[in-house]
């Protein structure tokens, strides 16, 4: 188990994690697999050309709909938390030759939905 | 392999799995799988603020847009599927110290889109 | 580590992978897990009644808020990518006397959403 520290600087925000997580792989290992311990930011894979973070992130926050919310704390988080679970805390990802196994224009990446914050999160190789 | 039957008590409606996974925690396991073998239920983690249930089950509902649906048995079950496929069947969560490896507020849920019916969650330790 | 390619032949369309996926399943694996290694395409679980297909892939286009996007080389894929990274790139299923250990309705799907294209879906048992 290893555990990746990342340090958001926008309120939302893509992150491309494919470096990072491809500088701890273990030797021999088959999968890896990616956990966020928060509820308001989510992993997943995507296409990171110019501008397409920005695309991602407008379209994730006009789907979720603006309702009456009644989260005691702050109603205007919940759509952060909904397109979190959404999209999901975690990801699993082939490795092969060294590397994770992605596609030519794949990326894996965090999506900040309700920063900055200090985001953390759990890698495990199977 | 293990199984938790789930009895669910509304149409729509959010479960807290996390107490029940983490009383079944295999020694030395260092992820948990869990698989619903359902299309109108679905598993992720969320924060559970007392009204975020509700929250998130109308999120959910109005973002599913209610088009001319064709399914052959129950159009009206449409959304329930579409949602389902969306939020996915599984999700895998670290473990630590024989607990699930989650954040603060962060819970495992089972999100029901057409009970009340019997719910069946596969668990795997590896 | 197994392979299967999948010539898609629409430009929207899910593809049952089910019993292609039976037909690799490993003698004593517990779980099998799904990657597709591109940007515009995704996997899941769903009901496939009649006319289901064309439910989902109208609701996901549907649900895809249609903005003024950004991306460099054609604004048009947006949805595509944003809807994958939504409904995700891999799966893991649980396996039960050699088969996936599905529910009755539910099969396993690629989602293609930009075809049509040569698909590659990457397996691992574990």
Redesign the interface.
Known sequence: ?QTINISTTKNKEIIDLTDRINSLLSKGA??C?L??????CAV????L????D???L???W????K?N?????N?AH??A??A???????????I?DGEL???T??RV?LVELDGPRER?I?I?F?
Chains 1, 2, 3 share one sequence.
Do not use: C
């Open positions: 188990m088959k999968l697999h956990f966020v311990k928060h509820t308001t997943t894979t995507a296409d050309d110019p501008g397409t920005k695309d991602m407008e379209a994730f006009e789907m979720i709909p309702l919310y009644r989260h005691p704390h109603p919940v759509p938390h909904i979190s679970s959404i999209i999901g805390p975690d990801v699993t990802i082939p092969k196994d992605l596609g224009w794949q990446i953390e759990i495990n199977s």
